[in-house]
T-cell receptor, first 117, second 109 residues
Framework: KAGVTQTPRYLIKTRGQQVTLSCSPI?????VSWYQQTPGQGLQFLFE???????NKGNFPGRFSGRQFSNSRSEMNVSTLELGDSALYLC????????????????FGAGSRLTVL | GESVGLHLPTLSVQEGDNSIINCAYS??????FIWYKQESGKGPQFIID?????DKRQGQRVTVLLNKTVKHLSLQIAATQPGDSAVYFC????????FGAGTTVTVRA
């Protein structure tokens, strides 16, 4: 079956612009999580959506936002881009997500690599 | 705060040898742990997981050991192959995945 699909794979923006990243989860998965990966900070949790509701949010400024649609597809948006936002943004999906108890394995996409100039 | 860490940032292994990657965690309430492998240009890929009510779990060529007394995890890879070259992360599942910094494994031919 198809994996987690993220688009675009690569993009370049300038400071002050905004960006929207898209994620299509594995069919049947209702939870979508977003992570930021940088060489300095590693993998950091951004937020998790389940059935169109944000269940948890990491320690990122309000410039980072997301949403989930009724078909479980998700988008994240970063406004007023800063140089430090350059990173690999990873989307992961699962049946019930990490906010619920039990062993819920996240399947990651290949990521969207954002470069801010 | 709570954190998950790996002992060594890099590990060089001879092809055919066994690899051991270590990870320490600090949240004694953690009850679920996952190992991921990330190859260049790809997202993290699930390797194996373990619940806190287990001490050991085996997969294909991989074994995860959990020592709750010292809050330590290890991933053992048997007969390491060139395709095992990647960055390995341990992750602690609370309401989110908290990842360690990662260990880069390089397999020498």
């Amino acid at each position: 079956k198809a994996g987690v699909t993220q688009t675009p794979r690569y993009l370049i923006k300038t400071r002050g612009q905004q960006v929207t990243l898209s994620c299509s989860p594995i069919s049947g998965h209702r939870s979508v999580s977003w992570y930021q990966q940088t060489p300095g900070q590693g993998l950091q949790f951004l937020f998790e959506y389940f059935s169109e509701t944000q269940r948890n949010k990491g320690n990122f400024p309000g410039r980072f936002s997301g949403r989930q649609f009724s078909n479980s597809r998700s988008e994240m948006n970063v406004s007023t881009l800063e140089l430090g936002d350059s990173a690999l943004y990873l989307c992961a999906s699962s049946f019930s997500g990490t906010a619920s108890s039990g062993a819920n394995v996240l399947t990651f996409g290949a990521g969207s690599r954002l470069t801010v100039l | 705060g709570e954190s998950v860490g790996l002992h060594l940032p890099t590990l060089s292994v001879q092809e055919g040898d066994n690899s051991i990657i270590n990870c320490a965690y600090s949240n004694s309430a953690s009850d679920y742990f996952i190992w991921y492998k990330q190859e260049s240009g790809k997202g993290p890929q699930f390797i194996i997981d373990i619940r806190s009510n287990m001490d050991k779990r085996q997969g294909q060529r991989v074994t995860v050991l959990l020592n709750k007394t010292v809050k330590h995890l290890s991933l053992q890879i048997a007969a390491t192959q060139p395709g095992d070259s990647a960055v390995y992360f341990c992750a602690e599942n609370d309401y989110k995945l908290s990842f360690g910094a990662g260990t880069t494994v390089t397999v020498r031919a």
